[in-house]
């Protein structure tokens, strides 16, 4: 499985724009890059997948460079609600997708 | 659309008890997983089943923890005998794809079993 780094914590404030980098250096070719948000008492929730360049849909941008050895979740104009851990997970659909959890990325929004 | 089922929420046991904890996925997912969530850890994945077949197993402790999803659609997930270290939060999630060249995935997640062995 491809092993990734992302940041312990990172500190915002309302309305900004928050950005989370992830290292996968080993990246598969086969392999898509997944990232997950997780709230307290609550199980995971997706938030955005992407293969290579950039992806947007109504919550976040992913972009991601030619060598694929990163990622970024971009989180634009961040609310007090967006306070929740981030994962960053590389699979492939050859391995039925098996994702492996790091500790992820605790983002706190401040007022 | 109605989402991963758990059940139990919640589970406090003593230490060398048995516990069951049960999943009921999304209508028509094929994939079907179990994690472990220790607090202040990501999920840890214990199991994937395709359909009713074990995909893959690698990380379950096949001394006290089992697994099955009969007939492909709900799952339970077994500790016997508990330890101290079993306390955490087991989730349960779901996948429509699961198979070779399947493009994208979106695993779909319960809200968890809260285990605490005391």
């Known amino acids: 499985l491809a092993k990734t780094t992302q940041p312990i914590s990172m500190d915002s404030y309302e309305g900004q724009e928050v950005n989370i980098t992830c290292s996968h250096n080993?990246?598969?070719?086969?392999?898509?890059i997944t990232w997950y948000q997780q709230f307290p008492s609550q199980g995971p929730r997706f938030i955005i997948q992407?293969?290579?360049t950039k992806v947007t849909n109504e919550v976040a941008s992913l972009f991601i460079p030619a060598d694929r050895k990163s990622s970024t979740l971009s989180l634009p104009r961040v609310s007090l609600s967006d306070t929740a851990v981030y994962y960053c997970l590389v699979g492939a659909p050859w391995t039925h997708y098996k994702l492996s959890f790091g500790a992820g990325t605790t983002v706190t929004v401040r007022a | 659309e109605a989402g991963v089922a758990q059940s139990p929420r919640y589970k406090i046991i003593e230490k060398r008890q048995s516990v069951a904890f049960w999943c009921n996925p999304i209508?028509?997912?094929?994939?079907l997983y179990w994690y472990q969530q220790i607090l202040g850890q990501g999920p840890k994945l214990l199991i994937q089943f395709q359909n009713n077949g074990v995909v893959d197993d690698s990380q379950l402790p096949k001394d006290r923890f089992s697994a099955e999803r009969l007939k492909g659609v709900d799952s339970t997930l077994k500790i016997q005998p508990a330890k101290l270290e079993d306390s955490a939060v087991y989730l349960c999630?779901?996948?429509?794809?699961?198979?070779?060249?399947?493009?994208?995935?979106?695993?779909?997640f319960g809200p968890g079993t809260r285990l605490t062995v005391l």
């Open positions: 992407g293969y290579k």
């Open positions: 209508s028509g997912h094929a994939t």
């Open positions: 999630a779901s996948s429509p794809q699961g198979e070779k060249g399947a493009m994208g995935h979106e695993q779909f």
């Open positions: 080993n990246i598969a070719t086969n392999d898509y």
